[in-house]
C-alpha cells in the first residue's frame, strides 16, 4: 500500500471516529481530497483506495486534470469539485469540467456557469461560500446577501444549489472552531427550510474537522493529510 492509501484508511478512520463521538450516522460525512498541486499518479494511488471526490483550486489545472481522468481513467468515474476563488472570465471552463462548484459569493458568477453549462452534462451542484468570519479581505459572501444569492440560483435552470462552504478564520481552540461552525450550520438550515435539495455543508480542513463534524458537516476538504504538503516552486 502506499503512503496515499494509507492516509486515506487512516483519515477514513479518523472522521468514522469524529461521527461516532458526537453520535452521527456512519458514513454521513463524506471525504474530499484536495489535490491542487498534485500530480495525476497522486489522484490514481487515491482513486484505487477508493477515493472518489477530489476537490482543485486552479482552474487551468483542474481542467486539464479532469480531461485526463475522462480521457484515460474514466473507469474511477471521479467527481470533481472546483474549491478555488472564480475569476468571471475563468467560469466557462468550469461550467465545461467540474460536477460542483463551492465558491459562488456573486450572483454574477451563479449567472455565467448556468449560461455556459454544456447541456450534455447536466446541471451544476453548487454551495455558496459564506464569510463567517465577516473580514472584508477574504472571499465568501457575507451572511445578509446569503439568502438573496439563493434566491437568484434557484432560478437558474442549470445549477442546483445543494448548501454552503466556508474557510473560517484560523481559530485554534475546539470551541472557537465549533462556534464558527455552528453560524455555518445555522444558515444552512435556513436555506433547506426554503429549497429542495440543501444537503451539503462543506466545512473542515486537516486543522479544524473534528470541530466541523460535531457541528454537522456532511463534506470535510482534506488536501496536505492526503497527500502531503504541497510545493508551490514548481508551479
Ligand atoms: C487547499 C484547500 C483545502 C485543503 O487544505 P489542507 O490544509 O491541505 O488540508 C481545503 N479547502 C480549500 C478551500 C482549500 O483551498
Known amino acids: 500500500m502506499t503512503s496515499i492509501q494509507q492516509n486515506i484508511e487512516l483519515i477514513t478512520t ?7 463521538n458526537c453520535g452521527r450516522v456512519q458514513g454521513e460525512v463524506q471525504l474530499l481530497a484536495v489535490s491542487k498541486t498534485k500530480p495525476n499518479e497522486a489522484i490514481i494511488q487515491a482513486a484505487l483506495a477508493g477515493q472518489r471526490q477530489f476537490g482543485e483550486n486552479y482552474v487551468q489545472e483542474g481542467a486539464s486534470k479532469v480531461a485526463f481522468f475522462n ?12 474549491i478555488g476563488p472564480i475569476q468571471s472570465n475563468k467560469t466557462r471552463v468550469v461550467a465545461e469540467h467540474f ?32 464569510n463567517t468570519s465577516e473580514e472584508a479581505t477574504k472571499s465568501g459572501a457575507q ?9 437568484v440560483i434557484d432560478d437558474l435552470p442549470n445549477l442546483v444549489l445543494r448548501g ?11 470551541e472557537e ?18 429549497y429542495a435539495n440543501i444537503d ?18 456532511t463534506m470535510v476538504r482534506i488536501g496536505t493529510a492526503i497527500f502531503g504538503a504541497r510545493d508551490y516552486g514548481q508551479q
Open 14 to 20: 479518523q472522521i468514522a471516529r469524529a461521527e461516532q
Open 71 to 82: 480521457d484515460h481513467h474514466p473507469e474511477f468515474d471521479l467527481e470533481w469539485h472546483f
Open 99 to 130: 460536477d460542483w462548484v463551492h465558491t459562488i459569493d456573486r450572483a454574477k458568477t451563479a449567472q455565467r456557469l448556468n449560461d455556459q453549462r454544456p447541456s450534455s452534462m447536466g446541471p451544476l451542484q453548487v454551495l455558496i461560500q459564506v
Open 143 to 151: 451572511i445578509d446577501q446569503v439568502f438573496e444569492l439563493a434566491e
Open 164 to 174: 454552503v462552504m466556508s474557510i473560517p478564520a484560523n481559530v485554534s481552540g475546539y
Open 177 to 194: 472552531q465549533l462556534q464558527a461552525f455552528m453560524v455555518l450550520r445555522e444558515v444552512n438550515n435556513k436555506l433547506a427550510a426554503q
Open 200 to 217: 451539503t455543508l462543506s466545512m473542515g480542513m486537516s486543522g479544524d474537522m473534528d470541530a466541523a463534524i460535531a457541528a454537522g458537516s
